[in-house]
């Protein structure tokens, strides 16, 4: 037999994808499916020139489920030993000194990241490049139980015309949960607490029209029959769930980028998942975010006053 070279090459009962070392590649993360890890890792293969500009560049925090979407499931923000090495890392200065956090830089990255059992993937909104002025904003849509989906669509639209009326232009993005985000891209020029400020005044003058429906108050009771506009993913160290990236959820749903004219009472949150989204990616005839970046615009303190923020 020829003896196996010490570090190249798949061990019995492993592989290696993009040259990175998958371990237990048909252990089973969602059951429902029978998706498999190497399954995952093939899916961030294929779509990988959708999913990386998006997330490239940006500190991660993962929800990790090494035993699978069944098996016990954990936030983590900063690298530990089961994270391949060649995962990038950037010191992230905090209170208590610099913290390391992980990014990916390309489609091996993110297999090391199913390697290390990341279900889920969620960014800063800001990149490593200028981890203090963000480069989006995310208005999350947040329906209560019960909440008719026609209502969440009637937000999303309202919403959009007050963002843009603004001057700035939202694009949005289907969850794989139960709501919708609206992303915004910005110029990296405010800081975080201006980018907080800022989507807390359109999520709170949007509550003030409807307050039945509608509130930017995260408390339980004031959700309660309401959407909540989560504008709260745009403080420092918040992240939500990257664009084109799965969540540990039944059916494995993804989060997908969606025209404003694909918004109609038959599309759902979780729409589209691993099973389906490559079929839609196929057919497109162009990106549904065409014109992002862009689109960019810096909160200057034109836009910062004319939501009354000083
Ligand atoms: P849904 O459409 O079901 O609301 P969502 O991704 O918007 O899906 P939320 O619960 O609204 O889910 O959370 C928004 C974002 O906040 C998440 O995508 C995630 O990045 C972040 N988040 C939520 N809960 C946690 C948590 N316990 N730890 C860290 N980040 C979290
Ligand atoms: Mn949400
Ligand atoms: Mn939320």
Redesign the pocket.
Known sequence: KPRRKAGIGPRKGETSLLGVRLTHPDRVLFPDQGLTKLDLARFYEQIQDWVLPHLARRPL?LLRCPEGRDGECF?QKHPRAAIPQRVPRVDVPGKEGSKEYLYVESAADLVGLVQAGALEI?PWGSRIDHLEQPDILVF?L?PHEGIAWREVLRVARTLRERIESLGLTPFLRT???????LVVPLEPDADWDRAKAFARAVAEQHAREDPKRLTANMSKARREGRIFI?YL?NGRG????ASYTVRARKNAPV?VPIRWDELNPALR?DRYNVGNLPRRLAALRRDPWAGFREAARPLDAGLLESVGVQ
């Open positions: 925090a936030f969620h999350d947040d969850t794989g949960g139960k709501g919708l985000h989560d993913r918040s992240t939500a769930v989060a949150a």
